[in-house]
């Protein structure tokens, strides 16, 4: 089938994701997670078929990678989804105008939803049963990488709702994983309502770069933790050495360690030790360098540099604000931590830093749908547009007008 093929038969069965009672998504959501675990052999075989033509060892064969317990989380995510009501129909804000029209904003889905992502074929599933659940039809273009793994995935969400009675046909996946076919899908305009994509920097823009369709932009993460002087040394070692090492291959991992100066002269020794026991490369500024022997020197360019490796970079400061300017300069706006006792020095960090998440005394890797209680995303929008932060079933949401009258003509 060609992209517009497989886009349009998504159209076309767009009201069985649309129309169906939420009693009946819940049901599709159950057969899809409870058949992702009976069948996971198959699944895990196709991944296995990935894998092996697979060559690079790097951050995105991490994110290829299907295990028994990671299919259990992605099955666990769709049941999440289970319990959370959904949005379709939801009445955002009503009124009665002078005139006697009683107008409603409501929520609908936003119709066809194309998702264009990388190797990540747990991507697949999340996309789906968010789809779903918030009453849209999908097309997932995942990249040749991943394909079996995606197809596989697909065949049997589908096959499984089939089985329950179902139409499964809202679901589709697009077999052209070129270059040119990732272009092609993007121009989609009239079939598709909304582009998301998902993964490296040079895909999102040439999404954005590309695409006639609407895009809400995921951004990459370039996230920061930055140790205030009145930080807790033991907690800020914590914090540092889960948001860096915790999962290196994810956007909300930290890719740039800020020290306050004080603190650092007295306690960054220590706590770097975490991070160099576990093999992290530490670059930093001049300062970092001289406190720390082991620090190599920074180029300007690791400061905006998102890693997805073991690797950090180091900058020292002197105080919150000088902080905060530099974060909001180097990052992408994805999430931000600042590890402190002093509760002024946070509250102007959560408020003045302008990112989708910020966070106080905690790691930024909670920066997830599933950590969120969305259950699954469909990623993280760095934009300030419709969605920011983690995507879940609102954001897939648009609104329209409901308004009723009584014989009303305008005058």
Known sequence: MTISETCRLAKEHANAAAFSSEADKNKMLALAADALQARQSEILAANAEDLNRFTRQDSLRDRLVLTESRIAGIAEGLRQLMALPCPVGEVIEEH????????????????????????????????????LKSGNAVVLRGSKDAYASNAAIVRVMKDAIKAGGFDPEFIQLLEDCTREGAREFMRQKGLLDVLIPRGSASL???????????????????????????????????????????????????????????????????????????????????????????????????????????????????????????????????????????????????????????????????????????????????????????????????????????GQVRK
């Open 204 to 406: 999102i823009q040439s999404t954005l770069e590309n695409a006639s369709v609407p895009v809400i932009e995921t951004g990459t993460g370039n996230c920061h933790v930055y140790v205030e002087k009145n930080a807790d040394l033991e907690m800020a070692k914590r914090i540092l050495l889960n948001a860096k090492t915790q999962r290196i291959s994810v956007c909300n991992a930290c890719e740039s360690l800020v020290v306050d100066e004080e603190f650092a002269k007295a306690h960054l020794a220590e706590l770097l030790a975490p991070l160099m026991e576990k093999g992290v490369e530490i670059v930093g500024d001049e300062a970092a360098c001289a406190l720390v022997s082991a620090v190599k020197p920074a180029a300007e360019e690791d400061f905006y540099t998102e890693y997805l490796a073991m690797k950090i970079s180091v900058k020292i400061v002197r105080g919150v604000e000088e902080a905060i300017a530099f974060i909001n300069e180097h990052s992408t706006h994805h999430s931000e931590s600042i590890v402190t006792e002093n509760r002024a020095a946070a509250e102007k960090f959560l408020k003045e830093i302008d990112s989708a998440c910020v966070y106080h005394n905690a790691s930024t890797r909670f920066t997830d749908g599933f950590e969120f209680g969305f259950g699954a995303e469909m990623g993280i929008s760095t934009q300030k547009l419709h969605a920011r932060g983690p995507m879940g079933l609102r954001e897939l949401t648009s609104y329209k007008f409901i308004v009723r009258g009584n």
């Open 96 to 131: 009665t105008t002078a005139g006697g029209l009683d107008i409603a904003r409501v929520r609908v889905p936003f119709g066809v939803v194309g998702i264009i992502y990388e190797a990540r074929p747990n991507v697949t599933a999340d996309a789906v049963g968010l789809c």
